[in-house]
């Protein structure tokens, strides 16, 4: 077991970016512990990237048209990054997006806070791979934070790039410990332990629906009951959404290419129809 010496005065400062939905239910959890934060909308529309800021020849500004997706917290925005330049201790990552399409957004944002430490989504890829791809392998730290689960959890994993400092692991168990979560320090995969376990049950009661073997009640029911889940495995992917659990499942079958990753056809056909979950009104349950 490795054991960590954390500061005893840390702190915080943070720089929060990636899915929208992400971003909003961990900023309610930055606020609750009183969290200084700030909210960096994704920079994907800057096509080109030249590390050393100062070259470029125009600010990355952010359409404020979009500061409604984050509900209470729009006042945070930032309209250009670097105007808060080396202020951020922690730049937090929260997206179930390819690699390649967060490395602009976290490349801007750690190159002009050079010393933040970057904690990052491994729900798709690993810390090592997103570390690599946007230049920042050194700091980087994978984590599994999902919607729902994330407000709800009281232990989650933590994973360390190969590259990453020791110091930067620190510094990012001193913050998700502030927060409240109990750390568990994993391998670095994809999808980490939790929420791995979790796609690949979920994937399976899919199937079970899709092959007629019990109706979503009855399968949520039984997992319920018979194993004392906290609640059934498909009304937890309509909490999660059917399109974040898909992409972890397609992330994993990508790393691995390995049959037992294949997301289920229904599954697939559920984000096609629009059927992805809670937030949609209408996913293996239907909701008002």
């Known amino acids: 077991m490795m054991v960590y010496n954390l500061p005893d005065k840390e702190s915080f400062n943070v720089l929060l970016t990636g899915d929208p939905d ?47 997706l984050y509900g209470p917290y729009a006042d945070r925005v930032l309209s250009d990054i670097r105007a808060t330049s080396g202020s951020f201790s922690h730049i937090v990552e929260l997206s179930v997006a390819a690699h390649f399409d967060r490395k602009i957004t976290l490349e801007i944002a750690s190159s002009v806070n050079p010393r933040a430490t970057v904690i990052a989504s491994a729900l798709t ?52 410990t502030h927060l409240g979560y109990t750390v568990e320090h994993v391998e670095d995969r994809v999808g980490l332990v939790q929420i791995r376990v979790l796609a690949m049950l979920i994937n399976e009661a899919a199937f079970s629906v899709m092959e007629g073997l019990a109706t979503p009640e009855d399968i949520d029911n039984a997992m319920r009951l018979g194993v004392n889940y906290p609640k059934g495995l498909l009304a937890w992917a309509d909490e999660i959404g059917i399109g974040v659990v898909t992409l972890i499942l397609d992330g994993l079958r990508r790393e691995y290419e390995q049959e037992r990753y294949r997301p289920c056809v229904l599954l697939k056909q559920m984000m096609r129809a629009g059927w992805t979950g809670k937030a949609a009104g209408r996913g293996f349950f239907t909701y008002a």
């Open 125 to 176: 890829n690993t810390a090592t791979e997103l570390g690599m791809v946007a230049n920042i392998a050194h700091r980087i730290i994978g984590v599994t934070l999902v919607p729902s689960v994330m407000s709800t959890a009281t232990t989650i994993d933590m994973s360390a790039g190969l590259n990453t400092e020791a110091s930067h692991v620190e510094h990012a168990r001193a913050l998700l």
């Open 22 to 68: 992400f971003v909003l239910e961990f900023a309610g959890i930055l606020d609750r512990h009183n969290v200084p934060f700030s909210i960096l909308p994704s920079l994907d529309d800057i096509d080109e990237l030249d590390v050393e800021l100062e070259l470029l020849d125009r600010s990355p500004h952010v359409d404020h048209s979009d500061s409604s």
